[in-house]
């Protein structure tokens, strides 16, 4: 077996690179530099079976020559960040839409025997998540492009049911969801599912796409939420939080992520899945950013700054989205298995590790 990563020297592509080499899979690596993420993750022989292609997503002839000779695409490509998305959409959709065309393009007229391909996908794609309405049932609110009041003017961060306009409470949703993402970002991911849905039928190709939650941990992308919350800390600034900071997340680790990736690799199920990648851990962003401050002032022995709640609202910002686990355990035998406080740790040693800071 011979694997494609497009993106494998990235966040999630340098620790997926790093494992493939641990188990001797022949791997060729598609990126726009020759440096790693997250080197840290790759064994010292990993050279032995990896070859790193310097390219473009959007080379089209490229694309044809490296799909050749391999069994398994790990699609990774792709500008990631809701808020950077909205400063840039043109990069975003450049990258993310016209990359994964290109791959269709390759995979349509080029000379391959890909039997399969997994997309990293995001659960931005729902949007606002699904939720009870004790008068309606389950619902799916708004997105919310304008902060909520009460009758006397009080501000309601949580959305309102839909149709009646009463109180709801979030409730996991499955990947059988509309996927009512509006923001740029999600917009690509979507286009990007629904490229590759169109080939991989057209081709007979298996298809798996990943969404994941809230990515964290060693390597992470500047763009990442964990990112700019551990540079305020190691600068002494505290991290600001919009609304009252309780919005619900789920913070997943990078290493869960990977092993889900591998899953997927080794299932001899074919045909066409959805999986929410999750660590069916919820949490608030504010419990989630005291908890990392915690974690970074042990692992550098000095107190780092709580976060501090702002009270400010992005309009579009998602409230709540919890994800179902139920299809990932079930169709690919997919179970969390690093909690959220051993993440942290993790995380908190890493930027310890890799800091100039000095204490």
Known sequence: MKVLITGGNGFIGSHLTGALARRQT????????????????????????????????????????????????????????????AQNSRSYVHTNVGGTAALVDALRQGDHTVKKIVIDSSAGVYGEGSYDCASCGVVRPLTRYKQGKDTEGAIKWDPPCPDCGGPVKPRAISEKADRLGESIYAITK???????????????????????????????????YCAELARNLLAGRSPSLTEDGKQTRDFVSVNDVV????????????????????SGEQTTLI???????????????????????????????????ICSLDSAKKELG??????????????????????????
């Open 259 to 278: 092993r889900s990736n591998l899953l997927a690799l080794d299932s001899q199920k074919e045909g066409l899945f959805r999986f929410n990648i999750v």
């Open 26 to 85: 022949p791997t060729r690596v598609l990126c726009r530099t020759e440096q790693f993420k997250y080197a840290q993750g790759l064994p010292s022989e990993w050279q032995r079976t990896t070859e790193m292609v310097k390219g473009d997503i959007n080379d089209f002839d490229m694309l044809k020559e490296l799909i050749k000779g391999v069994d398994v695409i790990f699609h990774k490509v792709a500008n990631v960040g809701i808020v950077a998305s």
């Open 190 to 224: 979507k286009t990007q599912e629904d490229l590759l849905v169109s080939i991989c039928n057209r081709l007979e190709i298996s298809l798996t796409i990943m969404r994941y939650s809230s990515v964290y941990g060693p390597g992470q992308s500047e763009a990442n």
């Open 334 to 359: 997919f179970a969390p298995g690093i909690s959220l406080d051993a993440g942290i740790a993790e995380l908190a040693q890493a930027l310890l590790e890799s800091t100039t800071v000095k204490i």
């Open 287 to 321: 419990d989630f950013a005291t908890r990392v401050s915690k974690a970074v002032s042990d692992a550098f022995g000095r107190s780092m700054p709580l976060p501090v709640v702002t009270g400010n609202f992005n309009a579009g910002d998602v409230r709540h989205c």
